[in-house]
Nanobody, 120 residues
């Protein structure tokens, strides 16, 4: 059984910062890419950022410069540092990882989501 557990969401004022964490646990043999997606009310889920096991990153164009993704391979954990937050960043943020487990093949896993609310 593989689980992704997110933490770090909450309420923050515009211009503030938050750091999200997502730890993968269970019968994990290897993790390929890890990333963050978000879904605002009434909108589709969208990519925020992804990072490969080698450290290559990809960001949504609109978020470059404000958000930074990183990972600790030894801890099977991915982070998202969010700075200069705006009200339009309000969404549920989901962790995603491509994991090789006891099934014997890579498959996508999702966390339960963490709410980020940017409001004064």
């Amino acid at each position: 059984q593989v689980q992704l557990v997110e933490s770090g969401g909450g309420l923050v004022q515009p211009g503030g910062s938050l750091r999200l964490s997502c730890a993968a646990s269970g019968s994990i043999f290897s993790i390929n890419a890890m990333g963050w997606y978000r879904q605002a009310p009434g909108k589709e889920r969208e990519l925020v950022a992804r990072v490969t096991s080698g450290g290559s990153t990809k960001y949504a164009d609109s978020l470059k410069g404000r958000f930074t993704i990183s990972r600790d391979n030894g801890k099977n954990t991915v982070y998202l540092q969010m700075n200069s937050l705006k009200p339009e960043d309000t969404a549920v943020y989901y962790c995603n990882a491509d994991i090789l487990s006891a099934y014997g093949y890579y498959r996508d896993y999702w966390g339960q989501g963490t709410q980020v609310t940017v409001s004064s």
